[in-house]
């Protein structure tokens, strides 16, 4: 069974924090996303990962994969209340199904910063 | 460019009913997908399209039915809604599904918001 999960799921941050969410799946993949949505908003795209040791860096955010260890992280530095939001990973396994572009979600980090 | 485009925002349904939720994307991509949000679920794929004329189903396809009506265009039908229904549905695209062409980034519509009584 094909598995992405997260953790921790809930994550109360204070501002200027540093934190670090995780992603572990179960299956050998070549593409890992990370996505941010807003309380009753869509899903807005922040990252793709496509080889092993891919970082990528977008303001206080940062994303690794490690396609050994089947993991990807999600890094926060000195967390500011606007990245409050739910952030979920993907993964795009091979061979899953008959599009190479589906992907399997993780539930998801509820990110609260609080002042 | 709009990007992707649901109707209707909100729908109240009641048992029995059925209904089309429609998805349109205007960035000229092969693939198309629905997935429900269901809270502490994630999003569950029901069903997608690999390219204009074909449709497979996902991890949750019991209940729905999709057309791919044309490149643009992919709906999503509950024939007898139930309440088990009741859901957050997102369409998404992507540029193509085939591997090695380009990163398949997925771009989500802004969702509809169903409820079964």
């Known amino acids: 069974e094909l598995k992405v999960e997260q953790n921790p799921l809930f994550l109360s941050m204070q501002e200027g924090k540093n934190y670090t969410i995780y992603c572990n799946y179960s299956?050998?993949?070549?593409?890992l996303y990370w996505y941010r949505q807003d309380p009753g908003k869509s899903l807005e795209s922040l990252f793709v990962l496509l080889s092993n040791g891919a970082v990528k860096q977008e303001g206080r955010l940062m994303a690794s994969l490690d396609t050994k260890a089947r993991l990807s992280t999600l890094h926060i530095t000195a967390a500011v209340h606007d990245l409050s939001a739910t952030y979920f990973c993907?993964?795009?396994?091979?061979?899953?199904?008959?599009?190479?572009?589906?992907?399997?979600f993780g539930k998801g980090t509820k990110l609260s910063v609080k002042p | 460019n709009a990007g992707v485009t649901q109707t209707p925002k909100f729908q109240v349904l009641k048992t029995g009913q059925s209904m089309t939720l429609q998805c349109a994307q205007d960035?000229?991509?092969?693939?198309m997908y629905w997935y429900r949000q269901d809270p502490g679920m994630g999003l569950r794929l029901i069903y997608y399209s690999a390219s204009e004329g074909t449709t497979d189903k996902g991890e949750v396809p019991n209940g729905y039915n999709v057309s791919r009506l044309n490149k643009r265009e992919f709906s999503l039908r509950l024939e007898s809604a139930a309440p088990s229904q009741t859901s957050v549905y997102f369409c998404a695209s992507s540029a193509t599904g085939l591997l090695g062409h380009g990163t398949d980034t997925q771009y989500f519509g802004p969702g509809t918001r169903l409820t079964v009584l």
């Open positions: 993907a993964v795009g396994p091979l061979n899953y199904g008959g599009s190479q572009g589906n992907l399997i």
């Open positions: 960035m000229n991509h092969n693939s």
């Open positions: 299956t050998t993949s070549d593409r």
